[in-house]
């Protein structure tokens, strides 16, 4: 998968691991779609470590679990869905079901420094691009 991004928010390890700051840009893409609340990366730092905290403090942050950023969204008012365990194709498949319905995803990556969090919002399509690959 060949992914493109805009710098705009970023982790800062202080207040804002990258999963907050994925928690961050998938609530302001809701916030400004559809007039959910709109909660800074401090105040999403304070929810998602108001339980089941880890390192025993939010400041400064160490990232978060899988379950403090589920805590967050929900503290938050979303319902968020965890899928696990996904091949390529059924992975592909989900991510643009939902963004095709305006709806963020947030996914867990493994880079070689580490695990990582990002949000997935929208798409581009390259005709271009994709007529090369389906000339005969």
């Known amino acids: 998968m060949q992914v493109e991004g805009t710098p705009f928010i970023e982790q800062d390890q202080q207040v804002s691991a990258c999963a907050t700051a994925a928690i961050w840009a998938a609530s302001a893409c809701c916030f400004d779609r559809l007039g959910l609340g709109y909660f800074s ?7 998602a470590t108001s339980t089941d905290i880890k390192s025993g403090r939010s400041f400064p942050s160490e990232g978060l679990a899988v379950s403090q950023m589920l805590w967050a969204l929900r503290t938050m008012g979303y319902d968020p869905l965890l899928y696990e365990d996904f091949d390529y194709e059924s992975a592909k498949h989900t991510i643009y079901t ?7 995803v947030i996914c867990g990556i493994e880079l070689t420094e580490g695990k990582h969090a990002i949000t997935i919002i929208g798409h581009t399509y390259n005709i271009r691009q994709n007529l090369k690959k389906i000339q005969i």
């Open 41 to 47: 990366t401090t105040e999403i730092t304070e929810i």
């Open 98 to 104: 939902y963004v095709e319905s305006g709806i963020p």
